[in-house]
């Protein structure tokens, strides 16, 4: 038990990530609020989750869903009162579970009062808050950066005479982290909610933080003429010194943990950021999510890979954080398409999909995070039409595809795969109206599937994907293989099979999981061992496994 008990509270846990807008609503408005979290609590305690991470419930327009905030310490009244943000953490506190804030620092809403009195001229005193700059001589924006959201990221402010930069949408303006004010005014926020009580923190987008000191034009990329904002700034040279100081003054002696949002942070500089020297406890890579993205970024028809290339990317992250900070294992979250229709062949069972992914997250060396309802193999919904989209980057990424000569109907048949909203939609707790998420006209669509996947349908079958969950949380957390075990790759060049060891001295846990929707042959050396969990034990063959099976085995 010695390697066991040198991990701490987090690394040990299961995070349960929750969307706040679509979970539970206890006031018939549409919109999920905190109540219907607290009421929740023991559901995911049943889980094994002892940590939960709340995507941004602080007052904001909403134009990204919260990510533009216009108030770092206040509640949005859509989500409650910070009574009832105190009764969470009291509720949840109860039952061992953290409660993880989303911090949002690269960015404000343009409705925030910095903003608001940063753009009403030159000089006040939140002029340099902002990423000001006069235009070209001929008028036009200062560089050629297309915002993540689509279109320039710059927009023009009248009152200034300047425009100002912007990541993401227009309404997301970017701070100016050079101005130590501003870095100050963002610890006491972060501050403010660690006296409340919060468990750490999740960082978005952190590594757009600091700007390059020449701003120049990038070779575009596009019709537009733009080139992606991404490529010219995300992770420039100095970023780390306003993170120690971030660390230093925030996080640093706190038993909480944080976990940073790094796009563009490669596996080589990982040791910089995470563990000892670095400055969180774990980060958020998309190398696994992005590989069926064109370039990592441009919705289009998903890029064909192949399971060894998912094998190697996962297996260099273990390898990266082996010896130095810690992995957070996630194949779903608000930003991608459910696991189900993004790493599967399109015949693939959903169900046995969901459970194959689940055996995966749950072994797998790292803090496993569970997004809302892919502990019940949710799906992707598929709308008709690009105005039942809510989510602006499905609006942004349309426009694009278009602008790019596809047909609506390929720029449609995109969203379908990568939108945001096919995570977005409504939780499912029962096959009733509204599928028990609320009372009202729910903010987006339930999904159609909500009458078969559902929590209390799942609840009473005991070989449901909830149930598997259930069963394979509660092994994790009795097995110290599985949490302080190390990583080890097994046929790395099958194209079958993902297959892993996880081992602490000599005891040592396999997992088998057949990727694919065929029956293939086992190969012999996992035949004969002891099973410990499966998926199949009805239709199990010793030597083959059936489509999408799992086993895992001593
Ligand atoms: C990453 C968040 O996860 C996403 O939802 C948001 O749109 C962007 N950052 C901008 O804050």
Same mark, same amino acid.
């Given at each position: 038990?010695?390697?066991?008990?040198?991990?701490? @509270?987090?690394?040990?846990?299961?995070?349960?990530?929750?969307?706040?807008?679509?979970?539970?609503?206890?006031?018939?408005?549409?919109?999920?609020? &905190?109540?219907?979290?607290?009421?929740?609590?023991?559901?995911?305690?049943?889980?094994?989750?002892?940590?939960?991470?709340?995507?941004?419930?602080?007052?904001?327009?909403?134009?990204?869903?919260?990510?533009?905030?216009?108030?770092?310490?206040?509640?949005?009244?859509?989500?409650?009162?910070?009574?009832?943000?105190?009764?969470?953490?009291?509720?949840?506190?109860?039952?061992?579970?953290?409660?993880?804030?989303?911090?949002?620092?690269?960015?404000?809403?343009?409705?925030?009062? @910095?903003?608001?009195?940063?753009?009403?001229?030159?000089?006040?005193?939140?002029?340099? +808050?902002?990423?000001?700059?006069?235009?070209?001589?001929?008028?036009?924006?200062? %560089?050629? +950066?297309?915002?993540?959201?689509?279109?320039?990221?710059? #927009?023009?402010?009248?009152?200034?005479?300047?425009?100002?930069?912007?990541?993401?949408?227009?309404?997301?303006?970017?701070?100016?982290?050079?101005?130590?004010?501003?870095?100050?005014?963002?610890?006491?926020?972060?501050?403010?909610?660690?006296?409340?009580?919060?468990?750490?923190?999740?960082?978005?987008?952190?590594?757009?933080?600091?700007?390059?000191?020449?701003?120049?034009?990038?070779?575009?990329?596009?019709?537009?003429?733009?080139?992606?904002?991404?490529?010219?700034?995300?992770?420039?040279?100095?970023?780390?010194?306003?993170?120690?100081?971030?660390?230093?003054?925030?996080?640093?002696?706190?038993?909480?943990?944080?976990?940073?949002? !790094?796009?563009?942070?490669?596996?080589?500089?990982?040791?910089?950021?995470?563990?000892?020297?670095?400055?969180?406890?774990?980060?958020?890579?998309?190398?696994?999510?992005? &590989?069926?993205?064109?370039?990592?970024?441009? +919705?289009?028809?998903?890029?064909? @890979?192949?399971? %060894?290339?998912?094998?190697?990317?996962?297996?260099?992250?273990?390898?990266?954080?082996?010896?130095?900070?810690?992995?957070?294992?996630?194949?779903?979250?608000?930003?991608?398409?459910?696991?189900?229709?993004?790493?599967?062949?399109?015949?693939?069972?959903?169900?046995? !999909?969901?459970?194959?992914?689940?055996?995966?997250?749950?072994?797998?060396?790292?803090?496993?995070?569970?997004?809302?309802?892919?502990?019940?193999?949710?799906?992707?919904?598929?709308?008709?039409?690009?105005?039942?989209?809510?989510?602006?980057?499905?609006?942004?990424?349309?426009?694009?595809?278009?602008?790019?000569?596809?047909?609506?109907?390929?720029?449609? #048949?995109?969203?379908?795969?990568?939108?945001?909203?096919?995570?977005? %939609?409504?939780?499912?707790?029962?096959?009733?109206?509204?599928?028990?998420?609320?009372?009202?006209?729910? +903010?987006?669509?339930?999904?159609?599937?909500?009458?078969?996947?559902?929590?209390? !349908?799942? #609840?009473?079958?005991?070989?449901?994907?909830?149930?598997?969950?259930?069963?394979?949380?509660?092994?994790?957390?009795?097995?110290?293989?599985?949490?302080?075990?190390?990583?080890?790759?097994?046929?790395?060049?099958?194209?079958?099979?993902?297959?892993?060891?996880?081992?602490?001295?000599?005891?040592?846990?396999?997992?088998?999981?057949?990727?694919?929707?065929?029956?293939?042959?086992?190969?012999?050396?996992?035949?004969?061992?002891?099973?410990?969990?499966?998926?199949?034990?009805?239709?199990?063959?010793?030597?083959?496994?059936?489509?999408?099976?799992?086993?895992?085995? #001593?």
């Amino acid at each position: 038990m010695a390697a066991e008990k040198n991990l701490k @509270w987090w690394q040990k846990t299961i995070v349960y990530q929750i969307y706040p807008k679509s979970f539970s609503d206890t006031t018939g408005d549409g919109v999920g609020d &905190l109540n219907g979290i607290t009421a929740h609590l023991d559901y995911l305690k049943k889980l094994g989750v002892g940590a939960i991470w709340l995507t941004p419930i602080y007052p904001s327009p909403g134009v990204d869903n919260g990510y533009d905030i216009s108030d770092y310490v206040e509640i949005d009244p859509a989500y409650g009162t910070m009574a009832d943000f105190e009764n969470l953490i009291a509720e949840a506190d109860k039952r061992k579970i953290k409660i993880v804030m989303d911090l949002v620092y690269n960015h404000s809403s343009d409705k925030h009062a @910095w903003f608001l009195e940063s753009k009403s001229g030159r000089k006040n005193p939140k002029a340099d +808050w902002y990423i000001w700059r006069d235009a070209k001589n001929d008028g036009s924006p200062p %560089t050629n +950066w297309r915002s993540i959201f689509g279109g320039s990221a710059w #927009e023009w402010c009248e009152e200034r005479g300047q425009f100002y930069l912007h990541t993401f949408a227009k309404e997301q303006p970017d701070l100016n982290w050079e101005n130590p004010a501003v870095r100050q005014a963002l610890y006491d926020a972060a501050n403010f909610w660690l006296d409340k009580g919060v468990g750490g923190f999740r960082i978005d987008a952190i590594t757009y933080i600091k700007k390059p000191a020449i701003f120049s034009d990038g070779a575009p990329d596009g019709k537009d003429g733009l080139t992606n904002i991404h490529f010219m700034t995300a992770n420039t040279k100095g970023i780390l010194d306003f993170l120690h100081e971030f660390k230093e003054k925030v996080f640093a002696g706190r038993d909480i943990f944080t976990v940073g949002e !790094a796009n563009g942070v490669a596996a080589d500089e990982l040791n910089q950021w995470v563990g000892k020297n670095g400055v969180f406890d774990m980060l958020f890579e998309f190398s696994h999510v992005n &590989l069926s993205l064109k370039d990592g970024e441009i +919705w289009c028809r998903p890029t064909e @890979w192949k399971l %060894t290339e998912l094998k190697k990317v996962l297996s260099d992250s273990q390898a990266a954080t082996k010896n130095n900070g810690w992995y957070p294992i996630f194949f779903e979250n608000h930003d991608h398409p459910r696991c189900v229709n993004h790493f599967f062949a399109k015949d693939a069972e959903p169900d046995k !999909a969901a459970k194959a992914m689940a055996a995966i997250l749950l072994t797998l060396r790292g803090t496993p995070f569970i997004y809302e309802g892919q502990e019940l193999g949710c799906t992707n919904v598929a709308w008709d039409s690009i105005e039942q989209y809510d989510d602006i980057s499905s609006h942004g990424q349309y426009d694009f595809a278009l602008e790019e000569g596809f047909s609506a109907a390929e720029a449609m #048949e995109f969203v379908h795969f990568f939108s945001r909203d096919n995570a977005r %939609t409504p939780m499912q707790w029962n096959g009733k109206k509204n599928a028990g998420f609320s009372t009202g006209k729910t +903010w987006l669509p339930v999904n159609d599937n909500y009458k078969i996947i559902n929590v209390e !349908a799942e #609840e009473k079958n005991s070989k449901s994907v909830l149930a598997w969950y259930r069963k394979l949380a509660k092994f994790r957390s009795e097995r110290e293989e599985l949490t302080a075990g190390d990583y080890e790759l097994l046929l790395p060049d099958d194209e079958n099979i993902f297959a892993f060891s996880r081992g602490v001295d000599d005891k040592k846990i396999i997992t088998v999981v057949n990727f694919s929707t065929k029956k293939i042959s086992l190969p012999e050396d996992f035949c004969g061992r002891k099973i410990l969990l499966d998926t199949e034990s009805k239709n199990r063959e010793e030597k083959f496994l059936q489509p999408l099976e799992v086993r895992i085995l #001593e």
